[in-house]
């Protein structure tokens, strides 16, 4: 890729945000639609996220990610966000329109689509556990919602974040019961005995050596286990599958998310089955 002095800005900002694989999945479909769009990861720390917003503007960067841990924190640096992106109270997604700062979350639909088309599984009339409500898990809660999920379990070991998410559900879909349960192994056990889906939104599994962050004896053969983490199998994802469960894990997701914020960027069609294809080219090199 030759960068040039006309050539487009957009990235990735986060803490951390070297594993990210969005850098190679979006410039290897820069390159394929001849786009002169170069993508860059930012490392960017909590303190200095209102500068780093600021600097989309100044730098004439044209558009953004945002992962962990700034989702939510973004939002009040924007001039302004799209309805899902409201209702879901997350960004994940900003796009400079001539010095306005509109924030998107692909996210949630990106989740939705992977979770229909790769895992068959259709949330109207389920029930659900999720464990992690921050960023990443307001997503999944809201557009499960969305969906017709019609009951739901939330734990996150910071309790207020529950709090944040079971209020923000009940604001939007008063028809789904939620129930928030205590970060506690021992509290897990019945809950995820009662629900069709099992859906892990923390960080934990990202790294090597992480351990699951539900026990493999809760664990059953027709439970369906999602998890966010994209770059490794996590070890509940592991564990799930000894137990002859059928699972996901969140490369679907990152792909679909990230389709989406190429077209709002671009304003093309993103080539999905390239960026697929990188994207399991990552995992394999690790």
């Known amino acids: 890729m030759l960068i040039k002095g006309q050539t487009q800005t957009v990235g990735i900002f986060g803490f ?46 044209i558009g953004v990610n945002i992962t962990v841990p700034h989702k939510q924190k973004v ?4 001039d302004k966000i799209d309805p899902v992106a409201e209702m879901i109270g997350a960004v994940n997604t900003i796009h400079n329109q001539q010095g306005k700062l509109v924030g998107y979350n692909t996210d949630g639909t ?11 599984f259709k949330p109207l009339g389920k029930s659900a556990f999720l464990i992690g409500a921050g960023g990443a898990g307001h997503a999944l809660a809201l557009m499960l919602a969305k969906e017709g999920i019609k009951k739901l379990y939330l734990s996150d070991v910071i309790g207020e974040k529950s709090q944040v998410l079971f209020n923000r559900i009940k604001k939007y879909f008063n028809t789904c019961s939620v129930e928030i349960v205590d970060f506690k192994e021992e509290c897990f056990s019945d809950k995820i005995a009662e629900v069709d889906i099992l859906l892990n939104a923390t960080p934990m599994g990202m790294h090597e050596g992480d351990s699951s962050v539900v026990k ?13 983490v994209y770059n490794r199998e996590t070890a509940l994802i592991k ?9 996901l894990g969140g490369l679907g997701m990152l792909l679909n998310q ?6 709002i960027w671009t304003g093309e069609d993103a080539p999905k089955e390239l960026m697929k294809e990188i994207l399991q080219k990552q995992i394999n090199i690790r």
């Open 258 to 263: 990230g389709a989406l914020a190429f077209k």
């Open 16 to 61: 951390p945000v070297k594993h990210s694989f969005s850098p190679p999945m979006h410039n290897a479909a820069f390159e394929k639609l001849g786009l002169d769009f170069v993508y860059l990861p930012f490392c960017v720390q909590p303190d200095d996220l209102p500068e780093a917003v600021k600097a989309i503007k100044a730098l004439s960067i």
């Open 216 to 228: 493999e004896n809760n664990l059953r053969k027709d439970l369906f286990v999602y998890d966010v």
């Open 110 to 120: 990106g989740f939705i689509n992977s979770l229909k088309e790769e895992g068959q």
């Open 239 to 247: 564990s799930a599958k000894q137990k002859g469960a059928k699972t």
């Open 75 to 78: 939002i009040e640096f924007l």
